[in-house]
């Protein structure tokens, strides 16, 4: 199906020697890409992970230009039988941009940076080295949107590869679903298109599973109309007891299967509260229809609670919400970022099933008695809807694409840093994550189809307690990662793994 020989490749690695940094730079430099190296005083910067609980040593990292630099980076790091990895903006939760774990090929797309925008069918085209907070810039420049996280910083790459949730996905999807064709670099270096019509599987494998098969260099996208004006919403209540905190996601379950429209998006926010037993709850989103709507749209849920603590309103542009959720500058240029140390799990509910009423009760009490008392770390939850009534998420035919959970109702994420934010981690914070799971899981029924979120990776989920197999098909265990993460997909992704990389370029913790 592809038009690629890989038996060049299997006898040129079979041949190959121990990896050495001068082939590599020599090969690099010989087909004018720059690469830092560890001899090179600025390494230490470049390779450093957003999550500073890793700390991780390539071989190098190069810094292509075109879709073909990043071929012959590929073909370099290859001919040594090395993992190969695209960074794109460097935020994966287990530094897998970096290789996640030493000796890798790093390959930065940063110097890839260009975004054309056509009128003609309001797509754009977008090189995998842009942020979030550019593209939206560049695209409301044109009145233009897409669906995306709200973190300016955030690489489009493996945002987009992974997911790519935001408050506008109940109304548009997620950022994969936008994706009509890709520039795909496979691991013998050649440059493909991947679409509908041409190289299908890989296009269907790279929409939920991207960085195992290829780098991608530029994805097109269906752009939307941005919206005439948006509502960004936040309500907080400083002190629930178990009880309120707990009516507080049920009814959010309830609220969400009444007739919502698809312009509402929005998150419950969970972090410890002022006492034992008690926790404090944000709710916050966002409104994209009209704003005469929008107070009989929230008031509903609302009313299910005690009277909020505070609130704060901001009607605006479109752009306006995307710069108040971001709580960051959307021009990535102009100011630096923070990096922190951190563990996070994730928990995908089914739509078909909602968390009941026991599993709500064990969650809330897990945050609000553990939660109060994990003096070493500094925690939150997230629990933002992805489905309910109306969602574009959920009206994607599951098998359309290779994320594999499509009948979602809420993803949550549990996060916890570590008291400072700064390393070292604590082990404590791995056991009050992994309670925080358990306290949900244990209370629901056996076979309960929930999932996780590969953009919210978690490095200690295992499959079965091995590394994933790569290329041989396997009956998974209920609750492995591979299950997790890729569901019933994953037996046909291993087996589009076997045909694009079938020597394992392309490599890295819980990857196909």
């Not at 003609?120 to 560049?138: E, K, P």
């Not at 548009?172 to 190289?199: E, I």
């Not at 009989?296 to 542009?317: E, N």
């Amino acid at each position: 199906m592809f038009p690629v020989s890989f038996l060049t490749l299997a006898f040129a690695v079979l041949g190959a020697t121990a990896q050495s940094v001068t082939v590599l730079k020599t090969s690099l430099s010989a087909n004018g890409v720059a690469a830092v190296y560890p001899t090179d005083s600025n390494f230490t910067t470049v390779t450093q992970a957003f999550n500073q609980r890793f700390t991780i040593s390539p071989m190098a990292v190069a810094y292509p230009t075109t879709a073909q630099q990043v071929g012959a980076a590929v073909k370099a790091g290859v001919a040594q039988n090395m993992e190969v990895v695209a960074r794109s903006g460097g935020h994966s939760y287990i530094a897998n941009g970096l290789g996640g774990t030493n000796g890798a090929l790093v390959i930065d797309l940063s110097k890839m940076k260009a975004i054309t925008i056509r009128a003609s069918n309001n797509t754009a085209v977008i090189q995998t080295g842009n942020r979030l907070g550019d593209i939206a810039l560049a695209l409301n420049a044109a009145g233009r949107a897409l669906p995306h996280g709200t973190c300016s910083y955030v690489g489009i790459g493996g945002h987009s590869g992974y997911g790519g949730f935001g408050f506008t996905s109940r109304a548009w999807g997620l950022t994969l679903d936008t994706v009509k064709s890709a520039t795909v670099v496979l691991a013998n270096g050649t440059v493909v298109t991947a679409s509908s019509t041409v190289n299908t599987d890989l296009f269907w494998a790279i929409r939920g599973a991207s960085p195992s098969f290829g780098i991608v260099t530029s994805i097109e996208v269906q752009t939307f109309p941005a919206p005439a004006s948006a509502i960004v919403f936040q309500y907080g209540w400083n002190s629930l007891d178990i009880t309120t905190a707990s009516n507080a996601i049920a009814s959010f379950q309830t609220f969400a299967a009444t007739n919502i429209p698809k312009e509402f998006g929005a998150e419950l926010v969970f972090s410890a509260g002022p006492s034992t037993s008690h926790i404090t709850l944000g709710w916050t989103g966002a409104w994209y229809g009209n704003a005469s709507a929008f107070n009989a749209t929230i008031t509903p849920y609302l009313k299910t609670l005690p009277a909020f603590s505070w609130s704060t309103i901001t009607p605006g542009s479109y752009i306006n919400s995307v710069s108040v959720l971001a709580g960051q500058p959307l021009n990535t240029a102009s100011a630096s970022e923070d990096r922190d140390t951190f563990y996070t799990k994730s928990l995908m509910t089914p739509q078909g099933s909602p968390m009941s009423a026991a599993a709500i009760k064990a969650f809330v009490t897990y945050m609000a008695v553990q939660g109060f008392s994990a003096s070493s770390v500094s925690w939150f939850v997230q629990i933002e809807l992805y489905g309910g009534s109306n969602s574009a998420i959920n009206a994607v035919p599951l098998n359309s694409t290779a994320f594999a959970k499509r009948d979602t109702l809420f993803t949550i994420q549990m996060y916890a840093s570590s008291a400072n934010f700064a390393p070292p981690y604590p082990a404590a914070g791995f056991t009050f994550l992994d309670g925080m799971v358990s306290s949900i899981v244990s209370k629901s029924p056996a076979n309960w189809s929930y999932g996780a979120y590969l953009n919210y990776a978690d490095d200690r989920l295992t499959n079965g307690g091995q590394s994933f197999s790569k290329f041989q098909l396997v009956a998974l265990t209920p609750r492995s990662a591979s299950t997790l993460y890729y569901g019933s997909h994953f037996s046909r992704l291993q087996s589009i793994k076997a045909a694009v990389d079938p020597l394992d370029t392309f490599r890295f913790p819980i990857g196909v």
